[in-house]
């Protein structure tokens, strides 16, 4: 990780790095251009990860964000800088306003307030923070404004005195504010901020993550999340899944093949990871792979390059993989029922999705969400206390998936009643995990 990155003094005289953080490629030039002279050294990136990766491998000591980004909600990203860069200063560009016969104008006043910023003295944050970087424009709206600490939750104000590796190395999951949750993961429970922390600090990176959890836990939302917080959002997202493809096509089906390569192979085809180029490649029940293609896929990940079946020539493409299991890797690994090398290249960064029994207290919420999904298909229904009281006495072998279903069905079974009673909330009992 960027150890050291945010401590020690700063020389006054040393260039300060502002990275802008906008879609507009003409914006971010114009940006650039009016910098040129000025004691910054300007990164560009087309969207928050981009940015998130900048800020990741080098220090900087500004962020300006343009009032929309392609792939991250601009609230929820300045929040999750405010409380990983404390001390950076954070500013909020309309690119709308950029355009038109008022460019001159503002551009001066973003030069004015830039110029007065380098040389305030880095390392005393009181004088910095005060800087005036963006003034009002002159035409009443603002090009920029500064993002305080204060919009933000109290958890995540602005926190000079916390060095960034503090927030790495303790709770980063507890003072994690609702607001940065990831919304396609229901959950506002400890170990649910945890992990939505653990996914925002790992997505920008190209980095093999490994995600583990019981069945219908949500391993593969948490993938999804994963890629759609990386730069390689726009890219695709290919999904492999090893249990589901019969052995004999499975190294086919990811490195894909020439014609006649083996008996039935009377077209070439691309494969998932060639065809995942520039994106992610989600390779979902891991643990089902064959040993030999194990050792396929070691080489792979580790060269980042393929020969299809039957091909000789070498491809190299740029893929980041993702996998997940349900299986106790390590431990196979250990019998040596799974490559242990394989095991340690893929969980360069583990990530354990909690298996529902472990975080009961956002069984209300998940069943909000999910009885406010099939309200769309048929009349909302409520849980009487009763059943609400069943569903926190359960265990959840199935976990969020089963959760899901057990609602589905006493949604049907309540017939036309808008009260799900606890007679209609019924498990299966032949689920295990
Ligand atoms: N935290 C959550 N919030 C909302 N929906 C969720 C959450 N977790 C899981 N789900 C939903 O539950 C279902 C199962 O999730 P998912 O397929 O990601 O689980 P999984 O861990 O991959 O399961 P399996 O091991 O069986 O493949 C999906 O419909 C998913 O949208
Ligand atoms: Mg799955």
Redesign the pocket.
Known sequence: MAAGATSGLVDVGMMRTVVLAIADMGLRQRLRASLTGLRWQVREAGGGAEALAFLEASRSEALLVDSWLPDLEVSEFAGQIRLMYPGMELLRVDGSTESGGARSPRRNELLHALREAQDAPLNDTAVWASAPLVVPGSGGRALGTRITGAQYPSQIAVREDTDRREILAGGVGSALPEALMLPE???TSEPMRELAALIRMVAPRSTTVLIE?E???????VARSLHRLSARAGRPFAVLNCAAIPEALLEAELFGHTRGAFTGAVQSRTGRIEAADGGTLFL?EIGEMPMALQAKMLRFLECGELQRVGDNETLRVDVRVIA?T?QPLEQRATERTFRLDLYHRLAVFPVE?PALRTRMEDMSL?TE?FLEQLGQAMPRKRLTAEAAAKLQEYNWPGN??EL?HVLERASILCGARREIGVEEIRFRRATRS
């Not at 069945?215 to 939302?221: A, D, L, N, S």
């Open positions: 993961m229901v959950g959890g069945t219908g836990t949500g391993k593969e939302v979902d997940a349900h999705v998940l969400y969020v998936r899901m």
